[in-house]
C-alpha cells in the first residue's frame, strides 16, 4: 500500500512538471513570433500585415511563392524597324502558340510614311497615334529568339467595315479546330476623342490562314453611361470551364485622366454572342492585362495603372482577382507562351517565356515607334529558376538618376527653399 501510494505521488509530480511545461511552451507560442519564419500560419495573434502573409499569398515567402517572378528580357532577332525612324512599329503582341514544330505570334504591325503625328494633323496616310493605320501581322520561329515574319494577317477591311481605320491588337483563340483572331477595329483615327473601338474577329482553318474576316462587332461598347462606353481594348481569349473567357481593357472616365481596369465576357462560339459579367470590371488595374490557366483558377499579370499595378492576381473563378504577388519591371504588353491556353485545364501550368513591347523605342516623340522583345520568368509550377525567384531588383544608382527631377519641380523646390529659409 505505501509503495502504490508513492508510486501515485510520483506520477501525478511528472504530470504537474508535464502540464507546466505545456503551458510555458503554449505562452511562449501564442506571444512572441518565432525566429524562422512559419511556412504554415502560426496559431496565435497576428497583426493584419502577417494575417495578410499567410491568408494572400501562395507562400509567405516570394522565394516560395509559385506566382512571384521577377522578368528577364532579350533584344529578339528577325525584324526590321528602317533605323528606327518611327516609320514601321511592331507592338501588342499576340500569345504565343506552339503548331507543327514552330511558335507563332502575331501583333500590330504600322508602315506608314511619317511617325505618328497625333489626331489633329492625321490624314488618309499619316497616323494619328503608333497603332493608327495598322495591320496585324505574324511571325514564327523555332527558339523564341530568332523570329521570321511571315507577312499580314488581318488586313484593314474598306470602309464603312469595323476596323477599316485600324485594326490593332489582337489575340488568338484555338477552338475545336480553328483559330480566330480577336482585335480592337477602329473607325476613327485613335485621339479624335479618346481610344474608340470595338473588337472584330476573323477566323481560320490554320494559323498561317487565310483568315476570313466576320466583319461585325462581337464585343460591343456599352451603353451610354457605362464604364466601357467607349473603348473595348486588348482582347485576350481563354478556354475556361468550357466556355470562351474574353478579357478586355476599357479607358473610361475623363480624356487625359483615363481610368483602366478589366472586365469580362463570355461565350459558347467563337463569334457571339458575348455575354458581359455582371460583376464587370474583374480586375480595378492594369493595361493590356495577360493571363493564363494557373492551377484550377485564372493568374493575370496586371503591370501598370491603378492601385493593384505591378501585381500577379489569382481568381479561383476567373472572376474574383485577389493579389498574389507583388514584383518589379513587369513586362509591357505581356503575351506569353501558354501550352494549356485552350486545353480548359483544371491544373494549369503557368508560364515561363512570351513576347512584350518596348514602346518609344528611341525615348523621342519625333520618331516614335514600338519594338518587340522577348522576356522570361518564372510563373510556372514546372520551374523552380532561383534566379527570376529573387525578392528584389538591383538597380544601380545611375538607374535611379535616371528618374531625375525635371525642370518644374526643381523651380518648385527652390521656391519652396525661399519660403522655409528667409
Known sequence: MKQFIILLVFVSFLNACKNKTETVSAEKEVKVFPHHLPKEKPNMPLSSALNRLYDNYLAPKPQDNELFSQFKYTDVKGFDYNNHDGTISRRDPSK?????????????????????????????????????????????????????????????????????????????????????????GF?????????DCPV?????????????????????NGGEGEWDQFSIHDPYPLVYKGKIYLYYKSDFGEPGDWVRMQGLATADNPLGPFTKHPLNPVISSGHE???FPFKTGIAAMVYKDG?????????????????????????????????????????????????AHFINYNSNWGTFHSILTRFDCDLSQDLNDPEMKEPRVKYTPQDYFKRSLSKKQQQRITKENKEVLK
Open 307 to 355: 492601385n493593384e499595378h505591378n501585381t500577379v492576381q489569382y481568381a479561383e473563378d476567373g472572376v474574383n482577382f485577389e493579389i498574389a504577388s507583388i514584383t518589379e519591371m513587369m513586362p509591357y504588353a505581356a503575351a506569353p507562351f501558354v501550352p494549356d491556353a485552350f486545353t480548359d485545364t483544371k491544373d494549369g501550368r503557368g508560364v515561363t517565356w512570351g513576347m
Open 200 to 220: 472584330a474577329v476573323s477566323y481560320a482553318d490554320s494559323p498561317d490562314g487565310p483568315w476570313t474576316p466576320y466583319n461585325k462587332i462581337v464585343i460591343p
Open 289 to 291: 492585362t495577360s493571363l
Open 96 to 184: 504565343v502558340i506552339k503548331h507543327n514544330g514552330k511558335y507563332y505570334v502575331w501583333y500590330t504591325y504600322r508602315n506608314t510614311p511619317t511617325p505618328p503625328q497625333g489626331a489633329a494633323k492625321s490624314t488618309e496616310v499619316i497616323p494619328s497615334s503608333d497603332w493608327d493605320l495598322a495591320e496585324i501581322w505574324y511571325a514564327t520561329s523555332t527558339d523564341g529568339f530568332h523570329w521570321e515574319e511571315q507577312g499580314v494577317a488581318i488586313k484593314r477591311p474598306k470602309k464603312p467595315i469595323v476596323g477599316w481605320r485600324s485594326v490593332t491588337t489582337t489575340d488568338i483563340l484555338q477552338w475545336k479546330g480553328k483559330y480566330y483572331l480577336y482585335y480592337q
Open 187 to 195: 473607325m476613327e483615327a485613335s485621339g479624335k476623342r479618346g481610344d
